[in-house]
């Protein structure tokens, strides 16, 4: 009987699914049958997952829509923000076909509107923005001052006493090493107030990724989607959740601030400034380990309760 996979043998495996997911084959318009769009500037294919539920995830969605939309644009003009909304759940197990509309190609900035189709039905649209650097005032917020990765606990640590929510945890993040500060994921610490939680995690690829700049802007937005909503399911209200609720997102924004690699240690600084009416809003701040603030993400999604389902 074979033990468990070898640090850099899980790297390997964790660098092909990523890479394999953000993988598109481009496919001729011809197969597609839709009047949504105008004239398409690209048709790609994105292959699905055998992990987790049969809901497709929406930040496999965004990213591989993001990924479409920079194989419309030319080469060195890198993304700069994405805008994605969710209007129907995708089947996972599925592959989705990406139509890209260009809606401008201008002396700096390209715009791509994609359209994510299963069965001839959409099921996610997203507008993507790529802009060539160019030179400007400069600030940003400091990074939240925390220990460093090597000194937070890995999730088989931190969850060694719940073998089967490790597992799931893990079949969620899959291909990320991610080691979170405080309390596992979803669950409340004692005195939180609702709006003032903030849940914080180190994540990177397992693995070393290649030297893509849209793949690591893809591989990016597929973590920020991971624990992100949780921050406003647990903020605070410790007496509403429990087993069995879920949060469904609704729209996913990010705003790509400098490029990154995502195979390299990024502090996911996650908190939710508000929650109501059955809905909540989470954003979150993704800072280099060396305090450079490289992304900005915010999502809105329904927070269902067992008894509001």
């Known amino acids: 009987m074979s033990g468990p996979a070898s640090a850099p043998d899980r790297g390997r495996a964790a660098v092909e699914e990523v890479v394999g997911l953000l993988d598109l084959a481009p496919v001729g318009p011809a197969t597609v049958t839709t009047d949504l769009l105008a004239p398409v500037a690209g048709v790609f294919s994105g292959r699905g997952t055998a992990r987790g539920t049969t809901r497709r995830y929406g930040g496999l969605i965004a990213a591989q829509a993001l990924t479409a939309a920079a194989h419309t644009v030319?080469?060195?003009?890198?993304?700069?923000?994405?805008?994605a909304y969710f209007t129907r759940p995708g089947d996972s197990r599925r592959p989705v076909t990406y139509l890209v509309e260009t809606l401008r190609d201008g002396p700096s900035i390209s715009t791509r509107r994609v359209v994510a189709l299963q069965r001839d039905t959409p099921i996610s649209f997203l507008t993507a923005s790529f802009h060539d650097p160019g030179t400007g005032p400069t600030h940003g917020p400091s990074a939240p001052q925390v220990p460093p990765p090597d000194e937070v606990p890995t999730l088989t640590e931190l969850l060694a006493d719940a073998p089967a929510r490790l597992a799931a945890v893990q079949d969620m993040l899959f291909a990320f090493d991610t080691r979170y500060l405080g309390p596992p994921p979803g669950e409340q610490t004692d005195g939180e107030r609702a709006g003032e939680a903030h849940r914080r995690a180190w994540v990177r690829v397992v693995g070393r990724l290649p030297d893509d700049v849209s793949l690591h802007a893809g591989a990016l937005v597929l973590v920020s989607d991971l624990p992100l909503l949780l921050s406003a399911m647990v903020a605070g209200h410790t007496t509403e959740w429990g087993p069995g609720d879920l949060g469904v997102s609704i729209d996913h924004t990010v705003w790509f601030h400098r490029p990154c690699r995502a195979d390299e240690w990024l502090l996911y600084d996650?908190?939710?400034?508000?929650?109501?009416?059955?809905?909540g809003l989470a954003t979150g701040r993704l800072y280099t380990r060396d305090g450079d603030l490289v992304a900005t993400v915010a999502q809105e999604g329904l927070l269902l309760t067992r008894t509001a389902r």
Do not use: E, Q
């Not at 030319?74 to 805008?83: A, I, K, N, Q, Y």
């Open 74 to 83: 030319r080469p060195g003009r890198p993304v700069h923000s994405l805008h």
């Open 270 to 279: 996650c908190d939710s400034p508000w929650a109501a009416a059955g809905r």
